[in-house]
């Protein structure tokens, strides 16, 4: 089973540039989420969805934007990128949110020049 | 906020234990969950404890004491395939993770 996908797996992006990351899950999880990896910080929570057709804001939201249309996508916008968005990010997703176990895309390492 | 500290790095021999803790000051308590994670890889879950006491899966167990808002993961028997970063993960009252910085742990033959 694939369970989480992400891709690109690695992109370097000119300053002011837009990309979108995309995750698909195939586990049926209602609840995803968006996080930033940074050398001594650990993982910041960028935004997340309960369901298909909500979104929230974590910890870390701005120049950021997501959308749930289905209950298996998940893409993360950078309307605008800067190099203090250079970062690892990952996917998650949940069964159902709250206490459930996340578990975890491979990652996408983005370098915003 | 969230508050959550665990050791940078640590180094065993291959064999040995090795114990990581982790302390935490959170805006309530709905859990802590342990995740393995190797290098340029996805983190992993390794174990989930809501209530006080020791949780056992193999080679590995966790402790909590919600009291001390402390936890810590043990490593028995340790093995090259160890070589890792473990990182703690706290449930607050808003029902979303917040990790600590996670600690490095380095097997050594």
């Known amino acids: 089973t694939a369970g989480i996908t992400q891709a690109p797996t690695s992109q370097i992006l000119a300053a002011g540039r837009s990309m979108t990351l995309r995750c698909t899950q195939d586990?049926?999880?209602?609840?995803m989420y968006w996080y930033r990896q940074d050398l001594g910080l650990g993982l910041r929570l960028i935004h997340y969805?309960?369901?298909?057709?909500?979104?929230g804001k974590g910890e870390v939201p701005d120049g950021y934007s997501v959308s749930r249309a289905n209950t298996d996508d998940f893409p993360l916008t950078l309307a605008s990128a800067v190099p203090s968005q250079t970062s690892v990010y990952f996917c998650?997703?949940?069964?159902?949110?709250?206490?459930?176990?996340?578990?975890f895309g491979p990652g996408t390492r983005l370098t915003v020049l | 906020g969230q508050n959550i500290d665990q050791p940078t790095e640590m180094t065993a021999t291959e064999g040995a234990i090795v114990q990581i803790n982790c302390t935490y000051q959170t805006s309530g308590f709905n859990g802590l969950f342990w995740y393995q994670q190797h290098a340029g890889e996805a983190p992993t879950f390794l174990s989930y404890?809501?209530?006080?006491g020791l949780e056992e899966k193999g080679r590995f167990s966790s402790f909590l004491s919600r009291s001390k808002g402390y936890s810590y993961l043990l490593l028995k028997e340790l093995q090259m395939k160890d070589s890792a970063s473990y990182l703690c993960?706290?449930?607050?009252?808003?029902?979303?993770?917040?990790f600590g910085a996670g600690t490095t742990v380095t097997v050594r033959a």
């Open positions: 993960a706290v449930i607050g009252n808003d029902y979303k993770l917040s």
């Open positions: 969805s309960n369901t298909a057709g909500t979104t």
């Open positions: 586990m049926r999880h209602n609840a």
């Open positions: 998650a997703s949940s069964e159902a949110g709250g206490q459930d176990t996340q578990y």
């Open positions: 404890n809501v209530l006080d």
